[in-house]
């Protein structure tokens, strides 16, 4: 069985100055190309739409749906195979679970890939050769509805699919740029909120895959200290309740079979631009009773 994981992206600028956190996506590539996954699905915080939408290209591209940075960035690419027959399967089990907002999967053959989905890869399987789908993000569904989509799409790790969320775990990005411009990407002083509400968040993630209740963490937004200052929109952080739907599996259970043992890694835990926290997670196994967070890698 593949893990299930949750990446903080970061900027655009990771992809040229990699720091701390590119390093561990790097250490992070080389065991999951060990993995051997036949194709990943990405959920991206920048494929939003008020419905979800699965792409369906034969041969993906990199979108650079940005704009301001360096030259260089624009000359990346990541022209990975599609997979038509996956997106059909990703459609057939999210319309069969019946989530709410979530009865229909409408299909794309244009949209390329947006920088949450080919920045990760480029880290991952920088050889392009693993084929890449995009299930876009409903924004509009709250974090209970995307957890019941993350649990549609658990058998796809049975299947040699790895699943994927792409955001970031605090997304301010007028906290980035400040009052006198941008902050620097590595080194700047993290701001106090900024470990309070992660903190909670561990610590509700802990409560939620120790008993496989998620009431407390899908109503973060309410209960976590300084949540909506972390998101004040939270489609960056909406990737990881898909991410945690798929680690604790379907609700009628997988078939029996011989599965890693249950466990989740925190692989990368940087803070970028003194606000953007990079918390990334690598899932294992499936239900609940999982072992504690551990810490990422110095």
Known sequence: MLPAIYISHGSPMLALEP?????????????????????????????????????????????????GFPR?????????????????????LVEAAHVPGAAVVLQDDERPLDHGAWMPMRHFFPDADIP??????????????????????????????????SGSFTHNLQEVFGTGGRREQHGS???????????WMIEALDEALASGDTTR????????????????TDEHLLPF??????????????????????????????????VLAMDTFMFEGVGAEQSALTSAAA
């Open 241 to 274: 309740f898909v991410a945690l739907g798929a680690a604790l599996g379907p609700h009628d259970g997988l078939p029996a079979q011989k599965t890693l043992p249950a466990g989740v890694a925190r692989v990368a835990d940087d803070v970028t631009y003194g």
């Open 189 to 199: 002083p993290v701001e106090p909120y900024v470990e309070s509400f992660r903190g």
């Open 132 to 165: 890449v789908v995009q299930l876009a993000l409903n924004p509009y569904l709250p974090p209970a509805a995307q957890i019941g989509i993350g649990r549609a799409l658990a058998p796809l790790r049975d299947e040699g699919v790895l699943v994927l969320g």
């Open 19 to 67: 720091g701390r956190s590119g390093a561990a996506f790097d250490a992070l590539g080389e065991v999951l190309r060990q993995r051997k996954p036949r194709a990943v699905l990405i959920v991206s915080a920048h494929w939003i739409y008020s419905t979800l939408v699965v792409g369906t290209r034969q041969r993906q591209e990199a979108w650079h749906d940005f704009g």
């Open 217 to 232: 963490i899908a109503d973060y937004r309410a209960q976590a200290p300084y949540a909506r200052r972390a998101h004040p």
């Open 72 to 92: 260089a960035l624009y000359e990346l690419r990541y022209d990975a195979p599609g997979s038509p027959a996956l997106a059909d399967r990703v459609k057939a």
